[in-house]
C-alpha cells in the first residue's frame, strides 16, 4: 500500500474512533441526564450507530471541505479517490452525497454518485436487518 493511501486510511480511522467515542459518550450522558433508556441494549447497535453519524456528520464533510480546499489552493498532496471511495462504502454514503452537494466538489465525476448510493444501499442493508429483528441479525448476512 503506498505512503499516501495509508497516511490517510490511518488518519480517517483514527478520526472515526475520537468522533464515535465522542458520540457514544455524548449518548450516554444522554441518558443519563434524562433517564431515555434503561440501558444501552444492544451495545452493538449503539457502536455502530455511533460510528455511522460520525462518519457521516463529521468525516466524510470534513474530507470533502479539506481536498476542496487543497485543490482549490492547488496543492498536489490531495486525500486519494479510493480513501473517498471506500469511506462512503462503509458507513458514510449520506455524508458523502451531503458532501458534494455542500461544497460542491466531485460532482462532475459519475462514479462518485453511484459509489455514495451504493454506500447507502449497503448501510440500509446493515441497518435495516438490526433495527428491525434485533442485534442477533446484525451481521446474518455473512
Known sequence: MPAIYRKWFILCLLLSLVTSGLVMFSAIWLNHQLQFVEA??????WLLSGFVI???VIVLPWL?????R???QGKKERIPELVLHLLALFGGGLGALY???RYRHKT???VFQWVAWLGVLLLICVLYPALLYGSENLFSFL
Open 64 to 68: 470533502y471541505w479539506l481536498d476542496k
Open 70 to 72: 487543497k485543490a482549490v
Open 99 to 101: 458532501s458534494q452537494q
Open 54 to 56: 460520525s462518519q457521516n
Open 108 to 110: 462532475q465525476k459519475p
Open 40 to 45: 444501552f441494549q444492544p451495545l452493538e447497535i
